[in-house]
Each structure stands twice: as C-alpha cells, then as structure tokens.
C-alpha cells in the first residue's frame, strides 16, 4: 500500500467521529477565515481543497453568499459527513441565486476541475500529507482565473516536536510525519507561477494529562504516519514504556505538551499570460504587411 493509498484508508476509516477530536484543526480553520477580513475578492467559485467534514463550509458561504462551493476530499467517508453541512436544496434557491455546492472526491495533485473555474482556493490543513506541495500549487494555479487567489494552512517542521523527540533512537524507524519548511512553501509557490506569495507562522500548543490522551486524538483525526521505513509491526511494552518516560521529560505543570506549527499561506495568480508551466511566454505581435510586386 503506497502512501496516498494509506492516507484515504486512514481518513475513511476516522471521518464518523473525526469532528470529536478536530478542536485544534476547526480552530485553525476559523483563523485561516480570518485572513480573508482584509481581502478584496467577490469569488463566484470556490475551492476547498482537503475539505474534510466540510467545517470551512459554513465560514465560507457565510462570508461569500452568492458564490458556488466545491468541497474537495479524497476519502468518500469525509465527503459523505460533509454534505451535512451544505446548505438544504430551498434554502440554496432562495439565498444564493444561482449559486451551488457540490463535492468531489478525487486527489488535490490531479484536480478534475476545467481550467480558470475558481476564483478562490481554500485549504485548511491538507497540505501536509503530500511530499511535492509545487504539484498541487500548480494545479491550483491551473484552476484559478487571473486574479483568483490561494489561501492555504499547513503544519511545519516544528509539529510535534515531543512526540518525535521521545521516539527518536527508539528503533530506527520514523514514527513521526516530517513537514514542510515555510521558505520552501514559498518557494514552491513562485515556482508554480503565483504572484507574491505571503507566508506566516505560529505555535500552538496543545497540553495532556498523558500521553495517551495526545495519541487518542491524533487517532480521533486520523492522524497517519506516511514516512518511507516507518515500522510495520506493533512496539513492545518495554518500547511503549521508554516512549512514555522518553515524553514526560516534557511535562510541565502536571500537563504534557503538543506543539503544532502553523503555517499560513496567500497568493495570488497573475496574468496568465506571461506564464506556460512555469515557463515565461513572450508574446510577438507581428504585423502583417502587404507588398506589392512590380
């Protein structure tokens, strides 16, 4: 089973209680809406690319009523919870005048979606499972209309930085995700043709009585380790006890804490003019001249 394979299996089998433990992921969610305050942009199509449940669907059609939303996941069971929050069939006729909500299953790399159909593409905390984020950006890019706009959140390389810590020498293998650097998020951005790209972060933290009740929720989510070697067969107990003595040099308070980067991310697309996969077109107005033969 190859990572995308492992990671669908995984969120199809966390999305009926997933909303239970995604406090953090909806809280990160309202704070990416907020970025939109200072955004001039009357979208009429809607990307929400790695929509999950659909909890940015309420935040984004509350925001831009008259726009049509696509939510975009890769597992059936994500979708099939989100379509509980799209709006009843006569209550889209009657608010959103034309407007409509539809979901997708397929894969942000390979979006099934025509070229220059949206004018804003929205990711809450999707991104961080693909090993080429310039892919997606370019797909993107594709998708979105001369002055369309990407916003994204993302975890970085700081995200769960305990957890790591307390596995690290442990066996050889990787137990923990690695994440994307902010620098190298924004490189990708240029690459795939966006126009000044924007890129924040922040540490939040989440804390625990024990280190079950930290890996209950990242099972909750459906939190999957995707790394290349990661081990296949389950730890010992003597190996679980190191883990947990390992984390409690952490502890602070009488909580034990959970750190997660977030990365934030905008920009914008240009004119698509000058740009060709990510290859810069010149354009050569030739005028035509008729000559006579004597």
């Known amino acids: 089973m190859d990572a995308k394979q492992a990671i669908r299996r995984s969120f199809e089998q ?18 990416l809406d ?16 790695g929509c999950g449940t659909g909890f940015a669907f309420p935040l984004l059609q509350r925001r831009y009523p008259k726009a049509e939303l696509v939510g975009l996941d890769l597992a ?10 799209l709006p009843r069939p006569s209550l889209l006729g009657r608010l959103f005048a034309g407007a409509g909500a539809q979901l997708v299953c397929a894969d942000m790399a390979n979006l099934p979606l025509a070229r220059d159909c949206c004018d804003l593409a929205w990711s809450s905390l999707a991104l961080q499972w693909l090993d080429q984020p310039e892919t997606v950006f370019k797909e993107m890019r594709r998708i979105l209309r001369p002055g369309g706009l990407l916003l994204f959140a993302t975890l970085g390389p700081d995200t769960l930085k305990e957890l790591r810590a307390a596995f ?22 240029v690459h795939a043709g966006f126009a000044n790209p ?19 929720d990242l099972k909750g989510i459906g939190a999957h380790t995707v790394l290349d070697g990661r081990r296949q067969g389950l730890m010992g107990r003597a190996e679980w006890r190191r883990v947990i003595d390992n984390y409690e040099r952490f502890r602070v308070d009488g909580r034990l804490p959970a750190t997660y980067e977030v990365i934030y991310g905008h920009a914008w697309v240009g004119d698509k003019s000058a740009w060709d996969d990510g290859r810069k077109v010149i354009q050569l107005k030739i005028e035509q001249r008729k000559m006579g033969l004597r």
Do not use: C, W
């Not at 907020?34 to 690319?49: F, T």
């Not at 059936?76 to 929050?85: E, I, K, Y």
């Not at 690290?168 to 923990?176: C, E, N, R, S």
């Open 76 to 85: 059936h069971a994500m979708l099939a919870q989100a379509r509980r929050r």
């Open 198 to 216: 924007v890129m924040e972060m922040e540490h939040l933290t989440l804390t625990y009585p024990d280190l079950k009740g930290l890996l209950r």
């Open 168 to 189: 690290a020498g442990l066996d050889g293998h990787g137990h923990v995700n690695r994440f994307i650097d902010m620098h190298d998020l924004g490189d990708a951005l």
């Open 14 to 31: 966390a999305a009926s209680h997933y909303d239970d433990s995604a406090f953090l992921q909806q809280e990160i969610t309202r704070r």
């Open 34 to 49: 907020e970025h939109l305050d200072i955004m001039k942009l009357a979208p009429a199509r809607i990307l929400d690319a």
